[in-house]
């Protein structure tokens, strides 16, 4: 019992090195070079018990998901450039072009309303 204690000791200042850092479980016990349900436990302990350099690690950690930028920005202004629209207007006009026939049928049609509903 003593030695899971002192080896949970002995991680926990990695463990909040890496977290405040923005590393993921499995990249922070791969440092550690043990299981990632071992360093999850030790979250889960330290969370339990509220430990308040634990909950600085978190901030810091968050401040640096804030300040970075997202994947998804990164592509969306990659495909702008590549296209010259957005993801969401080259989406609609997708979905426009793949439902021609369907859409002309209801506009052809005397009751528009009828045609909208027969539709699947």
Do not use: C, W, Y
């Not at 949970?8 to 990632?36: D, M, Y």
């Not at 969401?88 to 859409?103: A, C, G, T, Y």
């Amino acid at each position: 019992m003593l030695n899971v204690i002192r080896e949970r000791q002995e991680r926990r200042p990695i463990i909040l090195e890496g977290t405040s850092q923005g590393l993921k479980h499995s990249e922070i016990a791969t440092q550690l070079g043990v299981n990632r349900r071992v360093i999850l436990n030790d979250l889960r302990f330290m969370r339990k018990n509220g430990d308040p350099e634990l909950k600085e690690a978190q901030e810091a950690q968050e401040q640096i998901r804030v300040n970075k930028p997202s994947v998804a920005s990164i592509n969306s202004e990659r495909f702008l450039n590549m296209t010259g629209m957005t993801f969401q207007e080259k989406s609609f006009r997708n979905m426009i072009d793949f439902n021609k026939h369907v859409l002309m049928k209801i506009l052809n049609s005397k009751n528009q309303n009828a045609a909208i509903r027969r539709t699947s």
